[in-house]
């Protein structure tokens, strides 16, 4: 049972008058859930006397609806609560008091909990009874006016889904003359149609601070909680709203109303009684419904299209299928919409040349064919466009969809394509799934996409100004003799090499190299019997590779050409590496021999040296003259740097 409300009067037209406490705790072995309460009215006072019983969870909120009496002084009470296991929540029996209660006064009586309706065992004594009241028809207690609020719609609206922020209900509460009036809390009833998954950031705003509500069980009530109550001074008012986004139930309706008086929380500061709002004012009835809210019809769904900047414009290959043409992304709230003929708008905007787009497709995100294969066709002179006439369902949510076709084998060298799309004129046959009526896509006007250029298949070669020319010394394992640049920036498509060729110059003794290999990143591209072991002081010789060689198109591509250097080789002798003329290539789809544009270039000049050196310096970091504390560690007296040249140095000694 815990602790008991305080006795007190039961002052007439007193609201939420706490009569008994009780706490449910649930066993280790699992959660409970309790359904409702049974309650009864025992002593000495009249069932008049309460014009309502509910229950209240330990925040104050309402759970389920206000009751009355029976002919046995018994009421259902509450709604299903979860407590989880090893868990208590408390709750409180409250009373509502009638309006007038002249021909009761004196009389004194309690609430007890009788039973508790739950599927699990149910161990305590009952029944549980907690304060007795007396009744007082004399004290007046502070009171409210209620009236709808400014920011009320107060009327009937039709919002599209995707709409934020909409404000469904406001009412305006005034605080009497006689007391202070604390607000602690408000539940709203939303009892249409719309489900409370076709609402999302349910708010409650008191003035302009926003509140956040919790859904009832049952998922119709949406209750805010105002953490120590709100004080509205003596002949002030405050005014209370809800607003929601609505993200869905396309077709359904949404209502915002107070049900009941007693979804306000409201009490007096100066006697700390329940107020009970009065059932007149604007907007306010006597009736079931204490404020009605006005109804809000949710409006078709929605769809917008425009270019998916995801997708960035890019190189497409010559006479070839599958093509990137364009991309875009399709926004859908509601429901989902299907959509019976699409057309894309095809211009040119470098380029001229006879031909149309073929096979061309549109792709969901999962790679899967929605729409096509259609042709390109034209339209009116010197205009063409691409007409998809399939019916294509979009679900709700953003998604990605790309146009793929083959470009003609008449597209001349960096020739552009860009389609474009009015979703407004250009997507006809638009219906809702789940109401049947027609949409109308947005936004209205061309929806510019991305611009694809067409390229061959090409590559340019060079040889980098990196490494330097430098000393090389004999001996040396893997030492990079050039780097070798393959620039598919420009090209159409993926290039491939399976081969390539390498200028190797010297003038000393030609079996001084050996095991030469191409590398790419940290991987040799020639291996084994691959490597090359060069055989000629001049020589243009071909690495053939261990498997091809592929280059992406728009990217850059670095091999290092990396040899062994014989501990025999002359000093002073020179070695030049470079690409040398003759590759051959070909378009890793089309099959296309490559068209490659090489930089001629000698390579950098790396000359033998018998071995390395080093030097030794005072470094300027070294301390000049200082005093030294007699006796103490650690000073430093000189640093002194010493510095390799050519190759690594091992210091095994320094005197």
């Known amino acids: 049972a815990g602790t008991q409300p305080t006795a007190t009067l039961a002052v007439q037209g007193a609201a939420k008058l706490p009569f008994t406490k009780f706490t449910v705790t649930a066993g280790s072995d699992g959660d409970v859930t309790m359904n409702s309460v049974v309650i009864e009215r025992t002593g000495l006072m009249n069932d008049a006397v309460l014009a309502s019983v509910s229950l209240l969870d330990e925040n104050g909120t309402q759970l389920g609806l206000v009751k009355t009496l029976n002919s046995i002084h ?48 149910v161990t305590g004594t009952l029944p549980i009874t907690g304060a007795g009241h007396t009744v007082n028809a004399t004290l007046a207690i502070g009171s409210i006016t209620a009236a709808r609020g400014p920011l009320d719609p107060n009327s009937a609206a039709s919002k599209n889904v995707g709409t934020t922020g909409y404000t469904f209900s406001s009412v305006k509460i005034t605080a009497g003359s006689t007391e202070k009036i604390r607000l602690s809390s408000i539940r709203w009833n939303q009892a249409s149609s719309a489900a409370a998954s076709d609402l999302a950031n349910v708010k409650v705003y008191v003035d302009d601070t926003a509140y956040a509500t919790t859904l009832s069980a049952d998922s ?39 049900e009941k008086t007693t979804d306000l929380y409201l009490t007096g500061e100066t006697y700390g009684y329940g107020i009970t709002p009065p059932t007149t004012g604007t907007g306010i009835t006597a009736g079931n419904i204490w404020f009605a809210g006005s109804t809000v019809s949710i409006a078709n769904g929605s769809i917008t299209v425009n270019q998916d900047t995801a997708v960035a414009s890019q190189n497409i290959a010559l006479n070839l299928a599958n093509q990137p043409l364009a991309a875009i992304k399709v926004k859908v709230e509601g429901e989902a919409i299907t959509v019976g003929s699409i057309v ?4 040119t905007t470098t380029g001229a040349w006879t031909g149309t787009l073929t096979n061309v497709s549109l792709y969901n995100s999962n790679g899967a064919v929605v729409a096509g294969p259609v042709d390109e066709a034209s339209t009116a002179a010197g205009a063409a466009a691409i007409t998809f006439t399939d019916n294509v ?9 790309t146009i793929k076709g083959k470009t003609p084998s008449t597209v001349a060298n960096n020739g552009t394509y860009r389609l474009t799309t009015d979703p407004a004129t250009d997507w006809t046959s638009v219906t809702g799934d789940v109401t049947g009526n027609t949409i109308t896509p947005g936004p209205s006007g061309d929806q510019a996409l991305q611009t694809m250029t067409v390229k061959s298949a090409t590559i340019e070669i060079s040889t980098s100004a990196n490494p ?22 420009g090209a159409g498509e993926d290039i491939k090499f399976s081969t390539f060729p390498v200028n190797i110059s010297m003038d000393g003794t030609a079996t001084d190299l ?39 198109k728009g990217t850059l591509k670095t091999l290092a050409v990396k040899c062994n250097l014989s501990d025999a080789a002359t000093a002073t002798e020179l070695i030049y590496v470079s690409y040398a003329s003759g590759a051959s290539a070909t378009g890793m789809t089309s099959g296309q021999t490559a068209v490659i544009t090489a930089t001629a270039a000698a390579g950098s000049r790396m000359t033998v040296v018998a071995a390395g050196s080093f030097t030794v310096a005072l470094d300027p970091s070294s301390p000049g003259y200082k005093l030294a504390a007699a006796n103490t560690t650690g000073n430093t007296v000189s640093i002194i740097k010493f510095t390799g040249v050519d190759e690594a140095i091992s210091l095994n000694k320094v005197h």
């Open 74 to 121: 018994q009421a259902t009470i509450g709604e299903a609560v979860v407590i989880p296991k090893g868990t208590s929540k408390t709750f409180t029996i409250v009373g509502n008091m009638a309006a007038s209660l002249a021909s009761y006064a004196g009389e004194n009586g309690y609430i007890s909990l009788v039973s508790i309706n739950t599927s699990a065992t």
């Open 220 to 258: 119709k009530y949406y209750a805010a909680n105002f953490s120590g109550g709100i004080l509205i001074d003596k002949g002030l008012s405050k005014e209370i709203s809800i607003k929601s986004d609505i993200v869905g139930g396309s077709g359904r309706t949404i209502a915002f109303s107070i």
């Open 344 to 347: 894309f708008d095809n211009a």
């Open 393 to 401: 369902t979009f679900p709700i949510g953003t998604n990605t969809y």
């Open 468 to 489: 330097a020319a430098q000393n090389v010394v004999a001996g040396s394992q893997a030492f990079t003799f050039a780097n070798i640049v393959l620039d598919a920036t």
């Open 514 to 552: 050996s095991d030469c290999q191409l590398v790419s990143g940290t991987t040799a591209l020639n291996t084994g019997s691959n490597a090359i072991n060069v055989s000629a002081a001049a020589s243009s010789t071909t690495f053939t590779l261990d498997s091809n060689l592929i280059v992406t």
